[in-house]
């Protein structure tokens, strides 16, 4: 009913950026917070950051003032621009929305993820 499809991962020098890009689509009346999880090997999935529709936002103390979460609403999108990366920030990201979907002819509220983008951080 609703993908969650992200974009632009790769592999990235310490001290470089990169930018995350995650589109939602199908039957979405609206969509409350978005955000950005990882995990890395041998590590448990954690949150990164996440903002709600009206813009609240909130970060991991490990990305704070390196990362800076938006979100387009018209577009359904979200993005994670990621400055400054170490290598500990070498992970598989993945999109999380909180969405509310219409199943005619009700709402119905839908936990979505997106198949995870992976991020190299390494000279």
């Known amino acids: 009913q609703v993908q969650l499809v992200e974009s632009g991962g790769g592999l990235v020098q310490p001290g470089g950026s990169l930018r995350l890009s995650c589109a939602a689509s199908?039957?979405?009346?609206?969509?409350?917070?978005m955000g950005w999880y990882r995990q890395a090997p041998g590590k448990q999935r954690e949150l990164v950051a996440a903002?709600?529709?009206?813009?609240?936002?909130n970060y991991a103390s490990s990305v704070k003032g390196r990362f800076t979460i938006s979100r387009d609403n018209d577009k359904n999108t979200v993005y994670l621009q990621m400055n400054s990366l170490k290598p500990e920030d070498t992970a598989v990201y993945y999109c999380?929305?909180?969405?509310?979907?219409?199943?005619?002819?009700?709402?119905?509220?839908?936990?979505?993820w997106g198949q995870g983008t992976l991020v190299t951080v390494s000279s």
């Open positions: 199908g039957s979405i009346f609206s969509i409350n917070a």
């Open positions: 903002v709600t529709s009206g813009g609240s936002t």
């Open positions: 999380h929305a909180d969405t509310i979907v219409v199943v005619t002819p009700h709402y119905s509220y839908l936990e979505v």
